[in-house]
């Protein structure tokens, strides 16, 4: 709890052993729900959904993504960068710029405790350019 409050939801894109990554599966319609990810109890209320997938970026460039879900609750990092949402709305397509082919670290970090009920990132690029890595706990 003290190093959320001390860092920001930065600490959760880092690398850390103590982390225990577990699979969470996407619904059909491709959203995660929120209370059906395990609860990272922040200060007072807060409580934190923390996701992270790996893209496998076949070259250099840029990564088209669309994110949903209540965006003022939600932080996306690319490895340990945060990539910037807007702070109102729904729904945003971003894009993510990949200095180097191979895996790309994607974490999420979403806020429950205001309604926050499900989110999703849906990759725009065809797989030719990126696809998501099958991998739990790839660092």
Do not use: C
């Not at 577990?22 to 409580?47: I, L, Q």
């Not at 499900?118 to 725009?124: A, H, K």
């Amino acid at each position: 709890r003290d190093d959320i409050g001390h860092y920001g939801r930065k600490i959760f894109a880092e690398s850390f052993d103590g982390y225990i990554w577990m699979p969470v599966y996407a619904t059909v319609s491709g959203g995660v729900p929120a209370n059906e990810t395990p609860d990272v109890v922040g200060r007072g209320k807060n409580r934190y959904a923390v996701t992270r997938t790996f893209l496998d970026a076949k070259k250099a460039g840029t990564i088209r993504l669309k994110v949903t879900g209540k965006l003022a609750d939600l932080d996306l990092f690319h490895g340990e960068n945060e990539i910037a949402l807007p702070e109102n709305g729904t729904e945003a397509t971003i894009e993510i710029p990949v200095k180097k082919a191979g895996p790309q670290k994607l974490t999420l970090v979403g806020l429950k405790s205001y309604g926050l009920d499900r989110y999703s990132v849906e990759l725009l690029d065809d797989a030719s350019v990126v696809d998501f890595v099958d991998l739990i706990d790839f660092k």
